[in-house]
């Protein structure tokens, strides 16, 4: 279930943008000024409200530490502010003075783009607030950005429809075109990487002026390729979608539409759990806070609404849905699946990693089922024991078809083979204990332990949605 723990009621004018930090809030509005609370009580600190910019604020967002706050807004600049006095410690022009509508900054905190009505697009160095290189989008405004949780590349999109993905070098890696028809609102990376053989794996979400919801699969290559495709189109609002954002762990996407909608799903099942109903009109900003299960949404209402999910796994009806199957699938007889029935199984299990390898090699539901150990490694070309074991495991539980009175495979660390107490998501995409993974990267050259290939990157996420699944089992045993 939901709750609504408050209701901000500060800004004068429609409220563009919500952004966490780990302990901070941010909201910016129409009405030129940004806004900061504290997320212990959600009070507003001491230099709040900032006022800098001479014109409406479309969007914030927080450095990786916190300690920065960037916006941007109609009057062409991009400011950076201190969290800890609340003082402009810089201003950045954005080429050609045109209203800058969009800004991201890397998760690294090494890069900010900023995006503007023209359809240019600025990279900046944001250590030291320089201008690094231009590119443009033609004949259309620029309104969505995000990067990828590696922080290497990055995808835009615009009211033409489009979404585009960029490297540092301004060079366009991919285009999606007609994304969204009528055009794209805005657009979010999911925090975890998926890894495993020739391929590595993004998770996108988009919407737009079409009312849809969309979840992408952005692929890249040994060979430095990409490849883009569409996973899950989700139509649980009635109205155009402008805002939309992951949770930390990557489990739950949030949405919100002109229909004056807050909607919550699965985002691996694109199951819809929940639909809030408290904004008064179009709800334009919606954000994940990394460090509890907080729900910020912002609206032109003028108001933001703060929910907390008392069960971060629950659906509507109450029951668990972490692990539901596709409804057409689930219809089936796991020897009647399809080649793209295997891939969107494999996804679900977490070993998305593989979906290529499965595809290349035509691997149905009967192909699926006749797996053995040695097949996995002449045919699929499987080097990694642990996730052979995996892999082998989920068939076993595909065939028994029944529910295991132990301990749920996915509770256990793939380390230690214990029940986890602090579970966090690594840039493998796979969940581990914090102290098993942290002792693992420390002494294993920082490689994946399932996929024995190396990690993009050393950082760790909480999975809030799994340690409260673990807490609801062990309550329940």
Same mark, same amino acid.
């Given at each position: 279930?939901?709750? *609504? /723990?408050?209701?901000? #009621?500060?800004?004068?004018?429609?409220?563009?943008?919500?952004?966490?930090?780990?302990?901070? %809030?941010?909201?910016?509005?129409? @009405?030129?000024t940004l806004r900061v609370y504290s997320t212990s009580d959600f009070s507003e600190l001491a230099f709040s409200p900032l006022s800098g910019h001479g014109y409406s604020v479309h969007c914030c967002c927080f450095s990786a530490c916190g300690q920065f706050l960037a916006s941007c807004s109609t009057d062409a600049t991009v400011v950076?502010? $201190?969290?800890?006095?609340?003082?402009?410690?810089? +201003? %950045?022009?954005?080429?050609? &003075?045109?209203?800058?509508?969009?800004?991201?900054? $890397?998760?690294d905190s090494v890069h900010l783009v900023s995006g503007a009505s023209d359809g240019t697009l600025a990279l900046w160095d944001f250590p030291s607030k320089q201008l690094c290189r231009t590119g443009t989008v033609n004949e259309a405004t620029l309104v969505a950005c995000s990067f990828s949780p590696c922080s290497q590349v990055f995808v835009t999109g615009s009211t033409y429809g489009d979404l585009r993905l960029?490297?540092?070098?301004?060079? #366009?890696?991919?285009?999606?075109?007609?994304?969204?028809?009528?055009? +794209?609102?805005?657009?979010?990376?999911?925090?975890?990487?998926?890894?495993?053989?020739?391929?590595?794996?993004?998770?996108?979400?988009?919407?737009? #002026?079409? $009312? #849809?919801?969309?979840?992408?699969? /952005?692929?890249?290559?040994?060979?430095?390729?990409?490849?883009?495709?569409?996973l899950h189109t989700l139509t649980g609002q009635s109205a155009p979608v402008l805002s939309c954002a992951y949770s930390s762990d990557g489990q739950l996407l949030v949405s919100g539409s002109v229909d004056k909608t807050v909607t919550v799903y699965d985002a691996n099942n694109a199951l819809l759990l929940y639909t809030l109903n408290q904004h008064e009109r179009y709800v334009t900003a919606c954000c994940f806070s990394p460090t509890a299960p907080i729900i910020a949404t912002g609206s032109m209402d003028k108001t933001v609404n703060i929910w907390r999910l008392e069960d971060g796994c629950r659906g509507r009806d109450g029951k668990s849905v972490p692990g539901t199957t596709s409804a057409? &699938?689930?219809?089936?007889?796991?020897?009647?699946?399809?080649?793209? @029935?295997? $891939?969107?199984?494999?996804?679900?299990?977490? %070993?998305?990693?593989?979906?290529?390898?499965?595809?290349?090699?035509?691997?149905?539901?009967?192909?699926?089922?006749?797996?053995?150990?040695?097949?996995?490694?002449?045919? !699929?070309?499987?080097?990694?024991?642990?996730?052979?074991?995996?892999?082998? &495991?989920?068939?076993?539980?595909?065939?028994? @078809?029944?529910?295991?009175?132990? /301990?749920?495979?996915?509770?256990?660390c793939?380390?230690?083979?214990? *029940?986890? &107490?602090?579970?966090?998501?690594?840039?493998?995409?796979?969940?581990?204990?914090?102290?098993?993974?942290?002792?693992? /990267?420390?002494?294993?050259?920082?490689?994946?332990?399932?996929?024995?290939?190396?990690?993009?990157?050393? !950082? %760790?996420?909480?999975?809030?949605?799994?340690?409260?699944?673990?807490?609801?089992?062990?309550?329940?045993?």
């Open positions: 279930m939901t709750t *609504l /723990i408050c209701t901000l #009621q500060d800004h004068r004018d429609d409220v563009n943008w919500c952004a966490f930090s780990g302990n901070l %809030l941010a909201t910016c509005s129409g @009405d030129k950076i502010w $201190s969290m800890v006095s609340g003082e402009i410690e810089a +201003v %950045l022009e954005h080429p050609g &003075r045109s209203p800058v509508r969009i800004c991201a900054l $890397s998760p960029w490297d540092l070098e301004m060079r #366009q890696l991919h285009a999606e075109k007609n994304a969204h028809d009528l055009g +794209v609102t805005c657009c979010t990376f999911a925090p975890s990487i998926l890894s495993g053989g020739q391929v590595v794996q993004f998770r996108l979400a988009s919407c737009g #002026q079409d $009312s #849809q919801l969309k979840i992408w699969a /952005i692929n890249k290559f040994n060979f430095g390729g990409y490849k883009m495709h569409l057409g &699938r689930s219809k089936l007889l796991v020897g009647d699946w399809s080649e793209e @029935d295997v $891939s969107v199984w494999l996804v679900e299990e977490g %070993l998305g990693g593989l979906v290529e390898k499965f595809r290349a090699n035509n691997i149905d539901g009967t192909e699926l089922l006749s797996l053995t150990k040695e097949t996995l490694v002449s045919e !699929l070309h499987i080097d990694s024991v642990g996730l052979r074991n995996k892999v082998l &495991r989920k068939v076993e539980e595909l065939k028994s @078809d029944s529910v295991c009175s132990g /301990i749920p495979d996915e509770f256990l793939p380390i230690t083979r214990e *029940l986890m &107490r602090e579970p966090v998501i690594a840039a493998d995409g796979f969940s581990y204990e914090r102290e098993a993974i942290e002792s693992w /990267i420390n002494t294993k050259n920082r490689s994946s332990p399932m996929t024995n290939l190396p990690l993009l990157t050393t !950082l %760790l996420t909480p999975n809030h949605t799994l340690k409260m699944a673990i807490g609801r089992w062990k309550t329940s045993h």
